[in-house]
């Protein structure tokens, strides 16, 4: 009873739980720079395809395909949303599977290009300033070394002390090793 009261706007709408407080402060910076209904829309339901505890680092607006939709820089991938009358688009893309990234800027507007495994994506009418400043710091994010885990390392030290058990390399070696293995931490 109370959504179709909602729905009809006799109740106030239900706040969104947003992952950050400092996400819906720029979320609405971000939705108020824009002149267009339709990405104001996508802007305020972008939280609907972020993960728990996942933070929004930078926004964007742009056209992406035969829509118009954000472009949300986050701590762990770069996504697409565009948020419809009848239809949602939401194109994620995690860091690890950019292989490149290209700014062509305008006079006003530009295109981001960022190229992955799944191929080239282009997405236009970018404002120059959230695009330069997008693609400026989607590219540090790709030339910074990716971040060892925990896991990964416990496995590459497993590795090594099976080897040192099985004879296959001597104790010098694998003291050498490990201290390697403990260096790129």
Known sequence: MADRERRRGLLAPVPRAWPHAAVRTRVNAAALRVANLGV???????????????????????????GT?????????????????LTRTVEDVPYDRI??????????????????????TEIRQVPRDQGAAL?????????APP???????????????ELRASGAITEQEYRDRRAEILRSL
């Open 40 to 66: 104001r829309h996508a802007v305020r339901r972008l939280p609907e395809v972020l993960d728990d505890g996942e933070t929004v680092e930078m926004l964007a607006t742009g056209t992406y395909g035969r």
């Open 69 to 85: 939709g954000v472009l949300a820089l986050t701590d762990r991938r770069l996504v697409l949303y565009g948020h419809g009358v």
């Open 99 to 120: 292989s490149s990234v290209q700014w062509t800027g305008g006079l006003l507007t530009g295109t981001l290009a960022v190229v992955s495994a799944g191929g080239r």
């Open 135 to 143: 693609a400026d710091l989607l590219g540090r994010r790709l030339a």
């Open 147 to 161: 971040p060892v885990s925990a896991r990964h390392i416990t496995a590459r030290l497993g590795t090594l002390d």
